[in-house]
């Protein structure tokens, strides 16, 4: 089966001059394997479930089509003359404005060692051929969903400004939000690379602080998100700001402990909001989290929380 063999397959061509068009009209799916034609009720599967289906016979070709439109999800052939899987996908995931697409791979091969060089080179899934084409159109939709909820919190991190990192099973970075990025380069320029992710591992799940003149970069692991991945929330702060060891766990976002910095230095609500550029209600609102998540009730005790545990 090629492109242009299904009425609903789009060649690279069509998909070039219709971009516009094939993200309008449902998912979009790019299926690549040396062999198409043995996919062909694969690929009518996934057109009668309302994909868009193209079609690329070669690594090379590919990426040649990702040039021309961004699917929505990768079927990726394992084992193809030429740029294999292996190395079709580990490119894919090097190009930022594809990196976020999830790639399944389809292969002969059910050896461990070759479901893990998948997985290393940036895959999200695997199915073993002959294909099941009911299993395919599952694993796919539930990919394509969780990839687009990604896709709109990364979006959501970004407009926030909140400085995020994603760290994958082999302690690379995944993903970083524009803030974390400007942040790890500000603080590390002077470092080989990966000494950022190196530090956020230091110690536990909260590395101790790394400053550079009067600022401190500071983070709190948040927890293991899809496949073996762990999300980092950085934040930075005054240098001469010190926090108890209570409070770092407490995963106070950087705003939050803003503000409890400066209640501990006495200042009224009406102050905070004057110095950080907020209103006296929302002060109040971010007091009212920050008492939550240290489990107290007052703001003296709020403020003795945020003194250097001695």
Excluded at 15 to 44: F, T
Excluded at 65 to 74: E, F, G, K, M, Q
Excluded at 217 to 235: H, I, K, Q, Y
Excluded at 277 to 303: D, I, W, Y
């Amino acid at each position: 089966m090629s492109a242009s063999g299904s009425s609903r397959a789009l060649s690279p061509e069509r998909a070039g001059a219709e971009g516009g068009a094939v993200s309008g009209s449902g998912h979009v799916v790019l299926v690549v394997d040396d062999a198409p034609r043995s996919l062909g009720s694969l690929c009518i599967e996934l057109e009668n479930e309302g994909y868009t289906v193209l079609v690329a016979a070669s690594g090379e070709a590919a990426l040649e089509r990702l040039d021309l439109v961004t699917p929505d999800a990768i079927l990726l052939d394992a084992m193809m003359p030429g740029l294999d899987g292996f190395a079709t996908c580990a490119r894919i995931k090097r190009h930022a404005a594809w990196a976020h697409i999830p790639v399944i791979f389809m292969t002969g091969l059910s050896d461990t060692d070759d479901v893990l060089r998948g997985f290393a080179a940036g895959g999200v899934d695997y199915v073993v051929k002959p294909v099941r084409a009911p299993e395919v159109v599952a694993r796919l939709a539930t990919h394509v969903r969780n990839a687009r909820t990604a896709r709109m919190a990364r979006e959501a991190i970004e407009v926030g400004g909140h400085g995020v990192v994603m760290v994958d099973g082999q302690r690379r970075v995944a993903w970083h939000s524009p803030q974390a990025q400007r942040w790890l380069v500000e603080f590390f320029e002077d470092e080989p690379d990966g000494a950022g992710v190196e530090w956020l591992y230091s110690s536990g799940a909260a590395p101790p602080g790394r400053t550079r003149g009067a600022r401190t970069l500071v983070a709190r692991r948040l927890g293991s998100v899809g496949l073996g991945e762990d999300m980092w929330l950085l934040g930075v702060q005054r240098a001469d700001v010190q926090l108890s060891s209570r409070v770092l766990e407490a995963s106070l976002t950087p705003r939050e402990t803003e503000v409890l910095s400066w209640i501990a230095k006495g200042k009224t609500n009406r102050d905070v909001a004057e110095i950080l550029g907020m209103s006296p209600r929302t002060v109040n609102k971010h007091l009212e989290r920050v008492f939550e998540k240290l489990g107290v009730e007052t703001r003296a005790a709020a403020a003795a929380l945020a003194s250097r545990e001695g």
